[in-house]
């Protein structure tokens, strides 16, 4: 059975039990919830994450057929109340370039050999060799208030991203809407009512380390996201409503729908949330951080950033002179990025940010600079970090770099021109916007002139009415797929029905 053949049938989770020991149902025994994943996948190891109901051992069977013959067991990491019963397993010893399908499993730990009910996944790991390579990237779950409306489909971007059968997704920020509760409807502008499912955990904005888990939780109660997750590895970012709307470092909140008014506090809880209910790898020496590299062979590397935990005030944005207030990556993100770049033998390298460079993104009805774009002109304040790591690429002469982002819950492709920009000193790239997944639709945004962005394509009407919900179908994801034979990039853009709306084909170049 073929890995298609797997994602079409594997519902049928009975037939894949294979050489699995006998399973009794009895309440006694540690039960998983909904909440499972793959992720963070190497040439030889990947993480799996999910949780239990109850204090228990998480074993997982990997195996490279989906009968389960000749299985391999590792044991996870005991699911305790410290970590509300989240637990990971990090098989380290694995073949490159291979499907793997996995169950997971949970022990209780006051009647050894006490097992609960299986579940079942799969994802790959990454290749050494010159394969075709397909992911999808998008943004922003569960925003707005549109939660799970089970009579409009549910998460349906979820559903038409499993379509495409992409190697791994990245999830650029925005998993969860830490910030907005989830209430029982929405009226909508065309007399209709949104209906969503509710449940305790997003009732409020979430200030508590369990009122920030409780937001995954939410998430994982929708069919379809939770049957992608289960097929397809992720990679997670946050970006700024896994805190609160446009949050930085040393805030203090003035919304009274906070007991808690220290954003750096929500921030550490929310960090700790983020770890606990996703398949991530913790940094060794530096365990709170998030920006990371993950090659997938000669053919792609990806560089995610974090432009959250290291930047300065949100500000007008207009300093001339880099400090610590146009701080964005941050000095020590900026030098890894400039090495790791540098470093790197891929064809491609896709730099995976929360935030666009070139659209302008502000505080609500301000000129507060919530990205580095602060209006048409010469670089300043957080522009200053882009124009030093664009200048680098230059100066390195490093091919084939381009973005992908999300955050302004809109698609649109931006081409990068230095000769119709105002900071000239870099090489032509791209931008690839996509989002959102299931939340409000806004936009279009206006680009800022400093680097040259030229709008190619953009995925709503002019008109659109801010808030747009899901049921209008303007929810987006994209695609990126390499050719190993002619080593061309074809970028793609779908709405949440599946439907293509833009592609186009980069010639890689200095190959």
């Not at 990025?337 to 390298?349: C, F, I, V």
């Not at 000769?419 to 870099?426: G, L, T």
Request: proline share 6%; glycine share 8%; charged share 20%.
């Amino acid at each position: 059975m073929k890995r298609r053949q797997f994602i079409k049938t594997s519902s049928m989770g009975a037939l894949a039990l294979g050489t699995a020991p006998s399973i009794s149902f009895a309440s006694a025994r540690p039960q998983p919830s909904n909440a499972m994943a793959s992720g963070d996948c190497s040439e030889s190891s990947a993480v799996i994450w999910a949780k239990a109901d109850r204090p228990s051992l998480m074993w997982v069977d990997l195996a490279r057929d989906p009968s389960f013959n000749n299985y391999q067991r590792y044991r996870g990491g005991a699911a305790l109340g410290a970590s509300d019963y989240n637990a990971k397993t990090y098989p380290n010893d694995l073949n490159p370039g291979q499907q793997y399908f996995y169950r997971v499993q949970f022990e209780s730990l006051d009647k050894p050999g006490l097992f609960g009910k299986p579940q079942l996944g799969q994802f790959k790991t990454a290749s050494r060799k010159r394969e075709r390579l397909r992911f999808c990237w998008s943004g922003d779950t569960a925003g707005q208030g549109y939660g799970i409306d089970a009579s409009r489909g549910g998460m349906l971007t979820y559903k038409a991203m499993l379509a495409r059968q992409p190697d791994f997704f990245i999830h650029s920020g925005d998993q969860i809407y830490a910030d907005n509760p989830i209430s029982a409807s929405i009226q909508l502008s065309d007399g209709s009512s949104w209906r969503n499912i509710v449940t305790p955990g997003k009732a409020k904005v979430a200030e508590s380390l369990q009122e920030f888990r409780e937001n995954y939780y939410y998430n994982y109660l929708d069919t379809h996201l939770r049957e992608f997750h289960r097929k397809i590895p992720s990679y997670i970012q946050w970006d700024d409503h896994e805190v609160v709307n446009n949050w930085y470092p040393g805030e203090i909140l003035d919304d009274p729908r906070y007991r808690e008014k220290s954003v750096s506090l929500l921030a550490e809880r929310s960090r700790r949330a983020l770890f606990d209910c996703n398949p991530i790898t913790q940094t060794p020496g530096h365990p709170e951080q998030i920006y990371r590299q993950r090659s997938f062979g000669p053919l792609l590397d990806v560089f995610f950033l974090d432009l959250r935990s290291y930047r300065g005030p949100n500000s007008r944005n207009r300093q001339a002179q880099q400090s610590a207030a146009t701080d964005f990556m941050g000095d020590r993100q900026l030098q890894w990025l400039k090495q790791a770049l540098a470093s790197s033998k891929a064809t491609w390298k896709i730099i995976a940010s929360d935030m666009p460079i070139g659209l302008l993104v502000t505080e609500w009805q301000s000129d507060v600079a919530e990205n580095g774009a602060n209006g048409d002109g010469p670089a300043l304040g957080r522009e200053l970090e882009i124009a030093e790591l664009l200048q680098f690429i230059a100066k390195q002469d490093i091919s084939n770099v381009h973005f992908i982002t999300a955050d302004v819950h809109y698609c649109a492709s931006h081409y990068y021109d230095p000769a119709k920009a105002q900071f000239k000193n870099f090489k032509p790239f791209w931008e690839f916007v996509s989002g959102p997944l299931h939340a409000g639709t806004f936009g279009p945004g206006k680009l800022d002139n400093t680097f040259g962005p030229q709008l190619i394509f953009k995925g709503i009407p002019d008109n659109l009415t801010p808030n747009s919900p899901p049921s209008d179908n303007y929810q987006f994801f994209g695609e990126m797929e390499i050719n190993p034979d002619s080593l061309v990039l074809t970028v793609r853009h779908f709405n949440r029905q599946g439907e293509l709306l833009w592609e186009k084909g980069l010639e890689a170049e200095g190959v």
